[in-house]
């Protein structure tokens, strides 16, 4: 029952934006560490960003500057706002929750995730 469902993904122009959103369900997420990964063909899932219990935010380096996670009070919507995107950032992302320490070093690992949406794919065309 429980369920991430993200959207906002498309096809965008080299400089443009996205703003992704995902939705989970079917139980609280109040003290989950909410998460977004992204894949692309050949590579392994990679860490974006995440939201812990506090809203504290975690970026990889990567969209450190250029990317913005941001998480609804109640805790169980993510957004991942997404400007200037560039050719490399093409992939599916994924939305991801786990119940996570704040500040734990498991947050920017695929495998501390034990809940995961079915991706939306951004494509970055240059």
């Known amino acids: 029952q429980v369920q991430l469902v993200e959207s906002g993904g498309g096809v965008v122009q080299a400089g443009g934006s996205l703003r992704l959103s995902c939705a989970a369900s079917?139980?609280?997420?109040?003290?989950?560490?909410m998460a977004w990964f992204r894949q692309a063909p050949g590579k392994g899932r990679e860490f974006v960003a995440a939201?812990?219990?506090?809203?504290?935010?975690y970026y990889a380096d990567s969209g450190k500057g250029r990317f913005t996670i941001s998480r609804d009070v109640a805790g169980n919507t993510i957004h991942l706002q997404m400007n200037n995107l560039k050719p490399e950032n093409t992939a599916v992302y994924y939305c991801?929750?786990?119940?996570?320490?704040?500040?734990?070093?498991?947050?920017?690992?695929?495998?501390?995730?034990?809940?995961w949406g079915q991706g939306t794919q951004v494509t970055v065309s240059s």
């Open positions: 991801a929750a786990a119940l996570l320490a704040a500040g734990s070093a498991q947050i920017m690992g695929a495998g501390s995730y034990h809940y």
């Open positions: 079917g139980r609280t997420f109040s003290g989950y560490v």
């Open positions: 939201s812990d219990w506090r809203r504290n935010p």
